[in-house]
């Protein structure tokens, strides 16, 4: 027995890259976010699994992104923003004794796999960057075009590579500290302490 004309439509090549293109160009709709905030740029193509799951607090950009965001959140807090080629994977494919990979639906996928991925304030991620799930990108960061970062990055650092690693302070931490005080109230600021705590965790001092 053929094929139905739904079937047909639906394997239909020309058809598929059609839609792409129009869910890529026209497809997404600001009030579909978790959250959109205000000064935010959104430049097509864009693919955007679930837009629920994605926060986007104010003064983002991002230019020609994938972001899958299945089972767990994107994250993008004020004034960050990615070059072009951005690529976000809040989850995996699950790998289950017996069963072929691509046969495990999302309700069978084992805990843990999904996990929200973070950008935290005034962070430049530049192009084709992959961000895998559960990392943060520390406040006031840059992360070097190419990298895959699979580990946390720490505030205020440039980092890159693949896997991606800090590789240097962006300031000394008295600039750090006096760049927080003009940005952030005294609350919301990193301390001497904290900030000598965390760059000597990553022998960045």
């Known amino acids: ?112 796999l999904d996990k929200d991925v973070v950008v935290e304030e005034n962070v430049w991620i530049g192009m084709n960057v992959i961000l895998l799930a559960g990392i943060v990108v520390g406040r006031g960061s840059t992360v070097a075009a190419g990298s895959v970062v699979t580990k946390s990055l720490p505030p205020y650092c440039i980092a890159g590579g693949v896997p991606a690693k800090p590789i240097k302070l962006k300031w000394n931490i008295d600039e750090i500290l006096e760049h927080e005080r003009i940005l952030y109230a005294e609350n919301e600021r990193f301390t001497r302490e904290q900030l000598e705590e965390i760059y000597s965790k990553y022998n960045l001092l």
């Open 1 to 112: 027995m053929g094929k139905s004309l739904k079937t047909r439509l639906k394997e239909n090549v020309f058809l598929r890259g059609m839609k792409y293109l129009y869910k890529s160009y026209f497809g997404f709709s600001r009030s579909k976010f978790g959250y959109c905030g205000e000064n935010v740029s959104l430049n097509p193509p864009l693919t955007l699994s679930n837009p629920k799951n994605i926060f986007l607090y104010g003064d983002n950009k991002l230019d020609n992104a994938v972001v899958l965001a299945t089972n767990a959140k994107f994250i993008m807090k004020e004034h960050s923003a990615a070059a072009q080629g951005l690529k976000v994977a809040t989850g995996g494919h699950a790998m289950i004794i017996g069963r072929n990979y691509r046969e495990v639906t999302e309700a069978e996928k084992p805990k843990g």
